[in-house]
């Protein structure tokens, strides 16, 4: 079985796992597929593998049957009446919690398939944005260092822009690491020298060696969430800058450029983590070779993928409301890897949406 996949391959194995008729024209593995899969299964095919449009008529019923799932239910349940779900960001490890924090419960909702309308969504969305302009104080217990406040406002803003990147309370954080970026990649390099000088003028914290540094997830995603808008060449120099670096994502750990030679669950984890932040970037972040032949040999007969059990700690994954259904933990790890390929590509699966999908333009490489 090839290692590469073309945007008809994707979009043939994402119509086959969601039981439509593929289009005989177009080439691709042939998927026996579960009976039906468990509505997140469908949102996120739909919304990320094919990436239709909000108003499609398929991605609207799969979204209503999803408010029916445990998932949903789980984050409802536990939801308080601020919008939050306890502390924003650091867990509190004396209590046992399903949903540790509001920063796991965004990153889990969106990853389910809930979208910036829901009303869980909706409510968490007012009480980050309170947070960005200090109307509200997190429960976190604060730490005694002068990065805390900044810390908080970008771990909002990031968890804010998972929900609605356009959202203008977002603006000046964005604005603001956008600026230290921009500082930063001055000379076209990453300068550590450069980048706590921008710190120390525009934030008066130091960060150099802490998690505030701009390798940090939290940074990556906020810049990425508004790639289209950065400086020219500037979001390409922090994607290639992060992706040569040996240690990767900060939080993560992990390098970018091939898979670690030890792969628990938990490194697997950060391994894909660390490339759906940094593939918002666009395509200079395209998977080169010896990733691309490690998730093809990681492919089932069938065409599907299935990685393993998940981390503990994730809120990736599960998708199918259970894994102990034949197939289904197969199902949901195909699905993710088809958004993460489909967002490497840069493009929609969809016929008529882009020029590109019939050009049979492989993902293997880096541009």
Known sequence: MSSRLTRDDVRAMCLELLRAKPDPALPGPALPGPALPDPSVRVRLLRDGLQVPPEDARLMKAREALDDSAHVALLRDMQRADGS???????????????PTTEWAVERAVAIGIDASHPILNAATTYLADVIAG??????????????????RLF???????????????????AL???????????????????????????????????????????????????????????QAVAR????????????????????????????????????????????????????????????ANGLWDLGPRASWTPALPLSESWRRSDARAVDWTARILALVS????????????????????VGYAE
């Open 85 to 99: 779900w306890g502390r924003l960001h650091s867990r509190d490890t004396s209590v046992r919690q399903s949903v």
């Open 135 to 152: 109307r509200v104080v997190p429960s976190d217990p604060p730490e005694k260092n002068d990065r805390w406040a900044t810390g908080v």
């Open 156 to 174: 909002a803003a990031s968890t804010l822009a998972r929900i609605d990147p356009s959202h203008p309370a977002i603006d000046p954080v964005w």
């Open 177 to 235: 690491w956008h600026e230290v970026a921009r500082r930063t990649f001055a000379s076209g390099a990453y300068s550590a020298e450069g980048e706590a000088d921008a710190h120390s003028e525009l934030t008066g914290v130091s960060v150099r060696g802490t998690y505030l540094v701009l390798s940090n997830r939290y940074a990556l995603s906020l810049l990425a969430s508004r790639a289209d808008r950065m400086d020219e060449g500037l979001a």
């Open 241 to 300: 800058w992060v992706w040569g670096s040996p240690r990767g994502v900060g939080y993560f750990e992990v390098p970018l450029s091939a898979p670690p030679d030890t792969m628990s669950a938990g490194i697997l984890e950060r391994f894909l983590l660390s490339h759906e932040i940094v593939a918002g970037f666009g395509m200079v972040a395209a998977p080169t070779g010896p990733l691309v032949d490690w998730l093809g040999k990681r492919r089932r």
């Open 343 to 362: 967002r490497w590509m840069g493009h929609s699966a969809l016929p008529g949406k882009s020029g590109l999908f019939a050009s049979r333009q492989g």
